[in-house]
């Protein structure tokens, strides 16, 4: 099966600094790879996905890129905002496959002011 | 967006007692439901997955007597922890998909506490 990591476990900016996630996968058939956003005790909002047939997708202050071939993939936050404080987790899953999501193990981002 | 609403949002309950999650698509029909479990300061594991009408299929190492699932409706999936231990507390999220568009939604989440 799909085995997702993420690096770093926690990462903390000043303000106004950018934030770079990154994970990797390891099943070459995955093609979906979304990345959400958990406050404590909430569910897991999703931020931003891309999907295998692009290189990099951008909304906002946050940016994904994907690298197939090395099965690879990054999220990126510019002009970081205390609010952006939060666990982030990268996922990755075949569509049509049941949509069976794997989990990375999660970043902890803190920033500060 | 679609709303996947969770019942209860927390539950305490002793040691030895079952207890049912209930997760419900309020505006789309959800063909397959994802239970996942949250420790604290952890990742979501995924549990289970069932599809309406169907038996569910569980992922290596959880027990299937001991965590129920039901997916009769495409409305309603229900998780029952049976025999609850402290071991089991933890935070419990349903993930609806379906819909035209094969649409993904998380529900809010049960804080589950056994004493």
């Known amino acids: 099966g799909e085995n997702v990591e993420q690096h770093p476990s926690t990462l903390s900016v000043q303000e106004g600094d950018s934030a770079v996630i990154k994970c990797t996968y390891s099943?070459?058939?995955?093609?979906?790879f979304p990345w959400y956003k958990q406050e404590l005790g909430k569910r897991p909002q999703l931020i931003i996905d891309?999907?295998?047939?692009?290189g990099e997708k951008k909304d906002q202050r946050i940016a994904v890129t994907l690298n197939k071939t090395a099965k690879h993939f990054s999220l990126h936050i510019t002009e970081t905002q205390p609010e952006d404080s939060a666990v982030y987790f990268c996922?990755?899953?075949?569509?049509?496959?049941?949509?069976?999501?794997?989990f990375g193990t999660g970043t902890q981002l803190k920033v500060e002011l | 967006g679609a709303v996947v609403s969770q019942h209860p949002s927390w539950v305490i309950c002793k040691s030895g007692t079952s207890v049912k999650i209930e997760c419900r698509s309020l505006?789309?029909?959800?063909?397959?439901m994802f239970w996942y479990r949250q420790f604290p300061k952890q990742s979501l594991m995924l549990m289970a997955t069932?599809?309406?009408?169907?038996?569910?299929?569980?992922e290596q190492g959880v027990e299937k007597d001991k965590f129920l699932i039901n997916h009769a409706s495409l409305t309603l999936s229900t998780l029952t922890v049976t025999s609850a231990h402290p071991e089991d507390s933890s935070f419990y999220i349903c993930?609806?998909?379906?819909?035209?568009?094969?649409?993904?939604?998380f529900g809010p989440g049960t804080r589950l506490t056994v004493l």
């Open positions: 996922a990755a899953t075949l569509t049509g496959g049941g949509n069976k999501l794997t």
């Open positions: 099943d070459s058939a995955s093609n979906y």
């Open positions: 891309i999907r295998s047939n692009v």
């Open positions: 505006d789309f029909q959800a063909t397959t």
């Open positions: 069932s599809n309406e009408g169907s038996k569910a299929t569980y």
């Open positions: 993930r609806a998909s379906g819909g035209a568009g094969n649409e993904q939604f």
